[in-house]
Nanobody, 120 residues
Framework: VQLVESGGGLVQPGGSLRLSCAAS????????IGWFRQSPGKEREFVAA????????AYSDSVKGRFTVSRDSARNTMYLQMNSLKPEDTGVYYC??????????????WGQGTQVTVSS
């Protein structure tokens, strides 16, 4: 079981990035999945999630209207399109199976995450 996050980088405020979360060793089709981020000096927090069908999504208030979460069953991959990025979006982004806005109980196979830095 492995999750690999990618797509992070350094971007100016107002810019965009697209993150990917690729799964191997299991099918994402069996899970609602989501993105979490950990900013310097803060605990890991919920960012966005998408359900099994891919039709229902949830977002934290801080990213609603700017980020879009989606999934591609054929590629066994989840995405996070991030637009209008702000410095406070800086952090390491992780993906994980979810239950509501929380990490699914028992999940502990965190990937290495992908660093997003928003700075001028």
């Amino acid at each position: 079981v492995q999750l690999v996050e990618s797509g992070g980088g350094l971007v100016q405020p107002g810019g965009s990035l697209r993150l990917s979360c690729a799964a191997s060793g299991f099918s994402l089709d069996h899970y609602s999945i989501g993105w979490f981020r950990q900013s310097p000096g803060k605990e890991r927090e919920f960012v966005a999630a998408v359900d099994l069908s891919g039709r229902n999504t949830a977002y934290s208030d801080s990213v609603k209207g700017r980020f879009t979460v989606s999934r591609d069953s054929a590629r066994n991959t989840m995405y996070l399109q991030m637009n209008s990025l702000k410095p406070e979006d800086t952090g390491v982004y992780y993906c994980a199976p979810t239950f509501g806005r929380a990490v699914r109980t028992g999940f502990d196979s965190w990937g290495q995450g992908t660093q997003v830095t928003v700075s001028s």
